[in-house]
């Protein structure tokens, strides 16, 4: 069975900076490529990164570009989003999704970990 | 960046009865090279995160109940529900992955009448 097991849930001040870890099973973890993607009320669901299979390649969106910074470690199972400058409206539900290749559908999510930003 | 727009924002339909969903794309998510539509439908229900339903505009993931189906191309796509169920009340959303940022729609609530 597919999991993915999002933790590094947190209320960080704005300016600071939080580490997320994706914990992922069932799978082929090092085959796959993962992304992050986010949730706000008012929002809706935001795409925020890719990270390829072996993690020579990365993506972000404009919103997150030169803040934070995807990684994995494939001998962990493990994928990361370290953030960094967080922002008020950087608050949000944080999933970690699984997809076969690059330009492909989200076949999993983890169920997500709550990211607030506040003074 | 592609836009993804859906209508209706919400709807309420009697049990057993059709649903439909429409998403629309800002430009075509059709890719000539292999004529897919780079298209996902989701279903997320309170607490949940998102699930898989359709990939490719049309292709059913496994597990999912036949009574799911999309259909569409290009800018323009579908999600019928053709006989709703209880327990498909959820919001729905489409998303392109035919480029980054992988955009998604706002989601279309469905609702029991």
């Known amino acids: 069975e597919v999991q993915l097991v999002e933790s590094g849930e947190g209320l960080v001040q704005p300016g600071g900076s939080l580490r997320l870890s994706c914990a992922a099973s069932g799978f082929t973890f090092s085959s796959s490529c993962m992304h992050w993607v986010r949730q706000t009320p008012g929002k809706g669901l935001v795409w925020i990164s890719r990270?390829?299979?072996?993690?020579?390649?990365?993506t972000y969106a404009d919103s997150v570009k030169g803040r934070f910074t995807i990684s994995r470690d494939n001998a962990k199972n493990t994928l990361y989003l370290q953030m960094n400058s967080l922002r008020a409206e950087d608050t949000a539900m944080y999933y970690c999704?699984?997809?076969?290749?690059?330009?492909?559908?989200?076949?999993?999510w983890g169920r997500g970990t709550l990211v607030t930003v506040s003074s | 960046d592609i836009v993804m727009t859906q209508s209706p924002d919400s709807l309420a339909v009697s049990l057993g009865e059709r649903a439909t969903i429409n998403c629309k794309s800002s430009?075509?998510?059709?890719?000539?090279?292999?004529?897919?539509?780079?298209l996902a439908w989701y279903q997320q229900k309170p607490g949940q995160p998102p699930r898989l339903l359709i990939y490719w505009a049309s292709t059913r993931e496994s597990g999912v109940p036949d009574r799911f189906s999309g259909s569409g191309s290009g800018t323009d796509f579908t999600l019928t529900i053709s006989s709703l169920q209880a327990e498909d009340v959820a919001v729905y959303y489409c998303q392109h992955y035919y480029n980054t940022p992988f955009t998604f729609g706002p989601g279309t609530k469905v609702d029991i009448k």
């Open positions: 990270i390829n299979n072996d993690g020579s390649s990365t």
């Open positions: 999704a699984t997809a076969r290749g690059s330009n492909t559908h989200f076949d999993y």
């Open positions: 430009q075509s998510v059709l890719y000539s090279s292999n004529n897919k539509n780079y």
